[in-house]
């Protein structure tokens, strides 16, 4: 059995999956205190369960799953980690904990990273594209994120500290920030409060787009978004081709910027949040001078995101072929390359026992097409 728990709720963009990945892969070592990561690599249906318009069985079971793993296990402090709990209730989850860890969940402690505003609003844009939750331009983009609540972090974050008071951790999530200027070490030395461990060499994982690679993505979303292929395949998608890409050698290209106009817009929309998030979590002005930097250092005129500034007529139709065939078979068995997919990043322990020689057919040919845009993307004839 655990001696306390640690929940780790992103933010989204501050090197989650990277986190996730080398707990899963338990890559590190340290003699003096031990770490039990989740059974899962992502904790997304924990994150889940806490909705109000979640079945209350589903989230006992969700839970109670997570107590009969703890309880299986020696070591000091459990770990759960999923980017989704920071959209959720901190008092939902204090309630929940209570119920099924009375023992320790006094102890409970949350470590949470923050992005600067500017950076986190450019990234966002990013992978709005790559799932194919937005269309437009960067700047319609800027105009519309002041309306995303979750990017105003001073009242979120205060109401985890309110919860959970000085046993929630918040951290910047800044190269000069960070414990060794990485967020891996960085969480490892929060999670083990001590500098004497060792880290493992890990493979990267969802490494920064280019700016081709976002184009050629919104082109397969739109595709995708043509024949009806539902959100979160949609999203699955997406993530799948960041990981591939990822993990080549052979890639090269510009990353996006912001723009001056764009920069200024977020200094304005954002100016205040930073300035209130430095006062009650960093007593100095980190988030703010980041703000007002991203300015300073913004390009003149914005990039283009355009699939045909980058891509051939050729590979544009062979994308737009590829993405129809694929959007083809996930219309036709939805769930065939989902289940696959899960397993294969560890959201799922195994498949399913219904899962038949059609599903794996099926699966297999969305995989192929999958290798055969990734290929596509890695080498744009315009670049």
């Avoid at 209350?56 to 799953?65: G, I, L, P, Y």
């Avoid at 690679?213 to 739109?222: V, Y």
């Avoid at 001056?260 to 929309?269: C, D, G, I, N, R």
């Amino acid at each position: 059995m655990i001696k306390e728990l640690l929940f780790h709720t992103g933010d989204p963009k501050t090197g989650t999956s990277s986190i996730q990945s080398v707990l899963h892969n338990r890559a590190w070592h340290c003699d003096t205190v031990q770490l039990v990561p989740q059974q899962d690599i992502n904790a997304t249906p924990l994150a889940n369960a806490l909705l109000n318009e979640h079945p209350a069985e589903q989230r006992q079971q969700n839970f109670q799953n997570l107590r009969n793993w703890f309880d299986s296990q020696q070591g000091d402090v459990g770990v759960v980690s999923s980017e989704y709990f920071s959209r959720r209730s901190p008092q939902r989850l204090q309630e929940v904990l209570s119920e099924f860890f009375p023992e320790i969940a006094p102890r409970t402690r949350v470590l949470s990273y923050v992005r600067p505003h500017a950076s986190r609003a450019l990234s966002a844009y990013g992978q709005r594209l790559k799932t194919g939750t937005f269309d437009g331009s960067l700047q319609e983009f800027i105009q519309f994120i002041p309306t995303v609540s979750s990017l105003f972090y001073a009242p979120r974050f205060k109401k985890w500290r309110q919860a959970f008071g000085p046993k929630m951790v918040l951290r910047p999530f800044l190269r000069s920030q960070l414990y060794q200027g990485d967020a891996v070490s960085d969480f490892l030395h929060q999670a083990l409060q001590t500098s004497a461990f060792e880290l493992h060499p890990s493979p990267p994982v969802n490494e920064t787009l280019t700016l081709a690679e976002l184009a050629g993505l919104r082109l397969i979303q739109r595709s995708l978004s043509q024949a009806d292929v539902v959100p979160h395949l949609k999203q699955s998608i997406g993530g799948t081709l960041q990981r591939k890409l990822s993990g080549s050698n052979q890639r090269s290209g510009t990353k996006s910027a912001l723009d001056q106009a764009s920069a200024a817009a977020l200094v304005q929309a954002f100016e205040d949040d930073a300035r209130m998030l430095d006062q009650a979590f960093f007593g100095s002005a980190i988030m703010e001078t980041e703000l007002h930097h991203s300015r300073d250092v913004a390009i003149a005129q914005p990039q283009s995101f355009e699939p045909e500034d980058y891509f051939s007529s050729r590979q544009i139709k062979q994308l737009q072929t590829c993405s129809k065939k694929m959007a083809r078979k996930l219309t036709t068995m939805p769930r065939a390359w989902r289940q696959d997919y899960q397993v294969s990043i560890g959201q799922r322990q195994r498949l399913p026992d219904d899962y038949t020689a059609a599903h794996r057919k099926n699966a297999q040919a969305v995989w192929n097409n999958l290798d055969r845009l990734s290929e596509i993307l890695i080498a744009p004839d315009l670049r």
